[in-house]
């Protein structure tokens, strides 16, 4: 008798209700078997709160005041604490003393076996090259070798039928999730809603299963190549430590080069450029997942080691070109799960693509700080415009700042909407990785309103105007030392007097692009500038400068720029669409300056992008120049972020107060409080002690003080 045609199955809705999702059962099959499934529906309710809460763990300040002078405590990206003993650097997860109990510091296990109990897969969902049916088995019925009169089906691709096939058992059930089946991909209400909750379903499910793939012939290698490193190195949010039983404690420095042969660093090339680490959703499927471990083939890895051999294989000095080219989305996805503001989660998916331009925003949306996601409700009948403008807008009214226009690039910009919403899915430049060192508008409060539904009026004050735009770097030493070579480029007749020590400066300071050692002391792996100038000027004398010369220069962090100059005589990088007679201007609460293009009607200004210009970086625009006495330096506070301080170099003084603002106004106080996601990057929290009102931004840093000192400001119409 002819084996009967399955029906296409036919999704019974969600009952919103009861917080019902999907899962699948996944019936057990030899390899080759067809894909059998049951979907059931489950209520992913809140879990009941224990009456006999556990004991409290403490935080890692109170333990740091009771450890014995020589030792100090970290959190590691996972959340567990590790004690260092400061005089060898010999690391313990226990406590130095021995009856100091557990409890108070080890991390509260995680209560996986919450119903339901499933696993979530994530995965490259891939092309639609050729699919394969799943047959829906219904309920109570036993499946049986070919599809009963009673099973449906439903199409799925081919690499996921694959990855199916690799997970499921040979005699008992596996219970999963999978976006491509539990969601019905034709319910536009439906997807929207579970987008929203894709951060509980993953958090939720007892394990992440993260796919790659088959096996290759060289996967396994990479694998094993990547777990050793792993097992030798514990990242807390700002260093890396060896583990406590690390048989090679000093692999995760980033001086010491690994020893890998050509093979090794081939495989480890192929694995990290499978498509898994191109999706936009991996973010939050990965770290959002209380324990994962991922899979190529039938080989499987835990996560929490990938992830470390990844972020210590990214800070190590001199990597293989090839591998540093496909590093970034690895080390992104593998990032802390405590940087998780809307800023930087956009960074760090820059790369990432997705299939509908509005998921660069809802594809990360579960690990947005709650009031920003409180914020934005996804509809897939909205524009991508709109999506970008609503984020725009709501993390900037959020923060008070308007960090994100240093996302925007006019020159790549895909459609005609306001030059000041990003335009996320061309993706942030490279350089803006590292715009993190910059405060060229100091702790302020943006100042700015929606002056029509596609103009943003903002205040901020004139830097230069752009007088000559040189030809781009692309990353070539050749054409990043050119300028040097031909003073002329710069309207400079010969290298000669003050005038060349300073453009000396300002140029290897942009090519550095602040990451040196005297900005961030406790970065390793950044250069000495004092010692690359020296080294730099006698290469220079010799004409054997060169990118092979001078490593530390990472020109991969220069691509799409052009060397500028301006009237004023200040040297900087910005977009290689700059043109003369552009405006490079600095905003109240934005903490990179901007290049502004007059448009023809003279009424506003399109946004070119962000830029560096040697010399008002760090807030001398609004400020005025820093007392010589004094330096900036960056130190990551507790959640990783680089905070900006401020020391005497002839006192050795550090702190975060900026020298060049006087006292605090009487009626305002400052209050000390822990970052939280919904902070922005740099940001001071001040009381007013009359009303009682709460700011991020120093009160110093308003207009009207500012204006007191003599700081010129404008109205700047965006369009």
Not at 106 to 132: C, D, H, I, K, M
Not at 271 to 282: A, D, I, K, Y
Not at 343 to 354: E, I, P, T
Request: proline content about 7%; glycine content about 6%.
């Amino acid at each position: 008798m002819a084996a009967h045609t399955p029906t296409l199955f036919k999704y019974t809705p969600l009952d919103i209700e009861k917080q019902e999702i999907r899962l699948i059962n996944l019936l057990p099959g030899k390899f080759r078997h067809e894909i059998r499934i049951q979907i059931i529906h489950e209520c992913l309710n809140e879990p009941e709160i224990p009456t006999d809460d556990p004991p409290r763990r403490l935080s890692i300040k109170e333990l740091q005041q009771i450890l014995p002078n020589d030792w100090i405590v970290k959190q590691t990206i996972e959340g567990r604490y590790l004690f260092i003993f400061k005089p060898t650097s010999a690391t313990s997860w226990d406590h130095p003393s021995q009856s100091f109990p557990k409890s108070t510091y080890f991390t509260q296990p995680v209560n996986a076996r919450l119903p339901p109990e499933y696993e979530a897969l994530s995965y490259a969902w891939g092309q639609v090259t050729s699919e394969e049916p799943v047959y829906v088995v219904p309920e109570g019925q036993e499946p049986l070798e070919q599809a009963s009169i009673l099973e449906q089906s439903i199409s799925i691709r081919s690499n996921l039928a694959i990855a199916l096939r690799h997970l499921r058992y040979t005699d008992q059930i596996r219970t999963l999730w999978i976006d491509a089946i539990c969601i019905n991909q034709s319910d536009w209400p439906e997807r929207d809603l579970q987008i929203k909750r894709m951060g509980k379903i993953y958090s939720r499910s007892t394990a992440a299963i993260i796919w790659l793939g088959q096996t290759s012939t060289s996967s396994a290698l990479a694998l094993e190549k990547l777990n050793q490193l792993g097992l030798q190195v514990e990242h807390t949010v700002d260093r890396w430590y060896p583990s406590p039983d690390a048989t090679e404690p000093t692999l995760g420095d980033p001086r010491v080069p690994l020893p890998f042969d050509e093979e090794t660093w081939d495989a480890i090339h192929d694995l990290l450029s499978r498509g898994w680490f191109e999706r936009v959703w991996v973010q939050q499927e990965a770290r959002l997942a209380c324990h994962a471990k991922v899979q190529c083939g039938f080989d499987t890895m835990p996560w929490n080691i990938f992830r470390r051999a990844i972020i210590t294989l990214r800070e190590k000095a001199s990597l293989p070109n090839r591998v540093v080219g496909i590093m970034d989305n690895a080390r992104e996805v593998c990032r802390s799960r405590y940087l998780n503001d809307f800023f930087w989660l956009m960074v760090m998916s820059r790369k990432q693509k997705c299939a509908e331009p509005r998921d660069k925003v809802y594809g990360i949306l579960s690990l947005c700080p709650p009031k920003l996601a409180q914020r934005i409700k996804p509809q897939n009948n909205k524009s991508t415009v709109d999506v970008y403008k609503e984020a725009f807008l709501a993390c900037s009214a959020i923060s008070c700042r308007l960090d994100l226009l240093s996302h925007i690039n006019d020159g790549t910009a895909s459609w005609e909407s306001p030059s000041w919403v990003p335009d996320w899915p061309q993706g942030v430049d490279d350089f803006l990785q590292v715009n993190f060192f910059s405060t060229a508008g100091g702790i302020s409060k943006a100042s700015y309103e929606l002056a029509t539904p596609d103009t943003l009026r903002v205040r901020g004050v004139p830097v230069g105007e752009v007088h000559r735009v040189e030809r781009a770097v692309q990353g070539e030493s050749d054409r990043v030392f050119d300028i040097w070579r031909h003073p002329d480029a710069l309207g400079v007749e010969e290298w000669s007097g003050s005038r060349y020590e300073h453009l000396l400066d300002a140029f290897l300071d942009l090519v550095l692009v602040g990451c040196t050692r005297e900005r961030y002391p406790t970065n390793l792996s950044y250069p000495s500038w004092l010692e690359l100038k020296g080294k730099y000027l006698k290469d220079l004398a010799n004409d054997t400068v060169s990118l092979g010369m001078l490593p530390e220069i990472r020109t991969s962090r220069l691509r799409n720029l052009s060397f500028v100059i301006t009237i004023q005589g200040l040297l900087g990088l910005a977009p290689t669409n700059t043109a003369p007679g552009d405006l490079i201007c600095v905003f109240l609460g934005c903490h990179m300056p901007m290049i502004l293009r007059p448009v023809s009607s003279g009424n506003g200004f399109r946004i070119v992008g962000p830029c560096l210009v040697h010399g008002i970086m760090d807030g001398e625009a609004i400020l005025g120049a820093l007392p010589h006495t004094w330096i900036v330096e960056f130190y990551r506070d507790g959640m990783g972020v680089a905070v900006l301080h401020f020391r005497n170099k002839k006192t050795g003084e550090l702190t975060t107060r900026d020298p060049r603002l006087g006292s605090v106004p009487d009626e305002w106080e400052q209050i000390e409080r822990d970052r939280t996601v919904d902070d922005p990057r740099w940001f001071t929290c001040f009381r007013n002690k009359v009303s009682g009102e709460t700011i991020n931004a120093d009160p110093r840093m308003q207009e009207k003080g500012l204006e007191k000192r003599g700081v010129r400001f404008q109205s700047f119409e965006l369009i």
